[in-house]
DNA sequence: AGAATATAGTTCCATATGGAACAAGACTGC
DNA sequence: GCAGTCTTGTTCCATATGGAACTATATTCT
């Protein structure tokens, strides 16, 4: 069975090319990365565990932090309100969350996991975990330790 | 002018704490970092240039590849066939690329950059190289060296 | 050669996404 | 106290996105 050449004229396109000649080498890898990687898995939850990424943001920003408010959320992972209020109400409708009105703020809800909710995010944290692991295989310990240094840095 | 908490009951978020506590700190980081980053430069692009996500990978793939088929840049990209035929007609109504039959494959075309596709790659990438410099600006040289290692070798 | 299979590109459709306008509640300064 | 302004959450709408089916061409197998 022979491979043909993707195109007629040049080179078959080898990918890894591109990060030789891209002028922005750093920035296309981290996007890279992201295409390859954080995508799917978003992709993944959403196949086995029916949430979208809004809603997978919501958990995620509720188990760490107990108590928010949608514009919270919004705030911390600058995802738009209008985003995350479909995702609020679906997760209501699914059992995931609580909300109460504010007493102090009648514009505002308070949001907190319901156990349910918990034991969602815990399925969804290990699947991540082990994603991770996935994707970090190739370094060692030492290099792990500076790929986080280096990465908390770019935070600022 | 006093800010108030953000929620009544808990402390207010310092989205930063995410980092600190999230069971998988590099995974969340290197979402973090496209969310904050690379999303929001595809949106500048597009408000300034008015090309989607799709119709610039495609000029991006073509500027480095002299010519490719639309299967060849959904191959290198990871990117839907669908998505690139759309922006394959969309770039060839701006002028911005150029299409011919291969002849020796009825199916598929030659795709290549028109003089004013390479134009507007050219502003785009003086654009990226300015954006990259921003992020990696907390970094110094050596730390740059260190961190295209490690993302290189993420690829494997 | 002819049937079965594979591939490139396209179209159709369902859904995710975010901007903008809006309503209700809260705050500001006079 | 109240007019003007700001904020939260919501709805409406336009668009980006990708899965699946489809057409036309190419390849493979007998």
Redesign the interface.
Known sequence: MVRRQ?????AP?D?????D???????Y??????????VP?YEAIRRDFGIIRAEYVLL??LA??????A??VS?????PRNSLSRAVHRMLAEGYLDRSP????GR?A?LTLSPRGRGLHEQI?AR??K??EE??A??NVK??R???R???????
């Open positions: 993707l195109n007629g004229a040049a396109p990918p890894a090319r591109m990060f000649t891209v002028e922005f080498r750093d920035a890898r981290i996007s890279y990365l992201t295409n390859a990687i954080v898995t995620l920003c760490h932090f107990p108590v928010l408010t514009r919270d705030r911390i992972t600058r995802m504010d007493p102090s703020d505002q308070r944290v991540l975990v994603r991770q994707i970090l190739p370094l290099e792990r500076q790929l986080d280096l990465l908390g840095a770019l935070h600022e």
